[in-house]
C-alpha cells in the first residue's frame, strides 16, 4: 500500500502552489501527469500481483480439499478391504488435507478482500489522474492568461509615465501649429495673389444675385397678396412723380390771376 500512499499524497498536493514556485508551471505540469501514469503502471502491476497470489491461494486451497477427498475414498476403499490399518492412515492424511485447505480458504479469503480493496484504489486511481489531465489543461490556460496580463499590465505602466503623455501633447501642439500656418498662408495668398479685377466682379455678381433674391421674394409676397393693390410702387418712380407735382405747382403760381380763370 505504500504505493498508493505516495500517489495519493502527489495527487493531493496543491498544484497552484507548485505552478507559482515553478519557472515554468506548463513544463511541470505534464512532467507531473507523466509521474502519475508511471505511477498508475507500477500500481497495475502490483494489483496485478495481488490478483495472481490470490488465484494461487484459491487453487492451493482447492487442491487441499480434493486431496483431502480422495484420501477419504482411499480410507473407504481400505476399510471394505477389511484394512482398517490402512484406513487410519488415509484418515489422517484426509484430515491434514483437510486442514491445510480449510487454512489456505481462510487466507485467500482475506487475500480476496484486499485485492478488490485493490482494484477499486486502482480505478480511484486512474479518475484522480484522468481528472488531473483535465484541471492541467486549465491550470495552464489559467497560466497563460496570468501571463499575458501581467504583459499587458507591464505595458500600461511603461504607457503610463508621465513623460510620454506630455511628448505626446508636444506633438500635438506641433501638429495643430504647422495647421494654423497653413491656414494663415493661404488666406494670405487669398487675399494678395491673383487678379484684383476679377475679384470686384465677382462681388459685383455675388451683389447682383442678392438683388434678384429681393426681386422674387417681392414678388412671392405680392402673389400671396402680402402687398397692397397694384403692388409696392418702386421707390425710384415715387421720387419721380413728387418731382413733377413740386414743379407743376411752381409754374402755377407764375401764371396771371387773370390767365388763372382763363
Do not use: Y
Not at 502491476?45 to 495481488?50: G, N, R
Not at 479469503?109 to 489522474?129: F, G, Q, V
Not at 509615465?161 to 488666406?187: G, L, N, V
Request: hydrophobic residues 35%.
Amino acid at each position: 500500500m505504500g504505493l498508493f500512499d505516495r500517489l495519493s499524497t502527489l495527487l493531493k498536493s496543491n498544484i497552484n502552489d507548485l505552478i507559482s514556485s515553478a519557472e515554468n508551471p506548463e513544463k511541470m505540469l505534464n512532467q507531473i501527469i507523466v509521474d502519475m501514469r508511471s505511477q498508475l503502471v507500477k500500481a497495475k502491476q502490483q494489483v496485478a500481483t495481488a490478483i495472481a497470489d490470490e488465484k494461487r491461494l484459491h487453487d492451493q486451497a482447492d487442491l487441499e480439499f480434493k486431496s483431502s477427498e480422495d484420501w477419504e475414498k482411499r480410507a473407504v476403499l481400505a476399510v471394505r478391504e477389511g484394512r482398517d490399518d490402512l484406513a487410519k492412515q488415509a484418515l489422517v492424511r484426509q484430515s491434514e488435507h483437510l486442514q491445510h485447505g480449510t487454512v489456505l480458504q481462510q487466507t485467500w479469503e482475506s487475500h480476496r478482500l484486499e485485492t478488490d480493496k485493490l482494484k477499486n484504489s486502482l480505478r480511484d486511481l486512474n479518475d484522480k489522474i484522468e481528472e488531473a489531465k483535465r484541471k492541467k489543461n486549465l491550470l495552464i490556460a489559467r497560466q497563460r492568461r496570468a501571463q499575458a496580463q501581467k504583459r499587458i499590465a507591464e505595458t500600461m505602466s511603461a504607457l503610463s509615465e508621465k513623460s510620454a503623455f506630455e511628448a505626446f501633447a508636444r506633438m500635438e501642439e506641433r501638429i495643430e501649429q504647422s495647421e494654423r500656418q497653413i491656414k494663415a498662408s493661404t488666406e494670405i495668398d487669398e487675399e494678395f495673389s491673383g487678379d484684383r479685377l476679377a475679384k470686384d466682379f465677382k462681388q459685383l455678381e455675388t451683389s447682383a444675385t442678392s438683388a434678384n433674391a429681393d426681386s422674387q421674394l417681392l414678388a412671392l409676397k405680392e402673389k400671396m397678396g402680402l402687398l397692397g393693390a397694384g403692388g409696392a410702387p418702386d421707390s425710384r418712380r415715387l421720387g419721380a412723380g413728387q418731382n413733377e407735382e413740386i414743379v407743376h405747382s411752381a409754374e402755377v403760381e407764375d401764371i396771371p390771376d387773370d390767365k388763372k380763370s382763363a
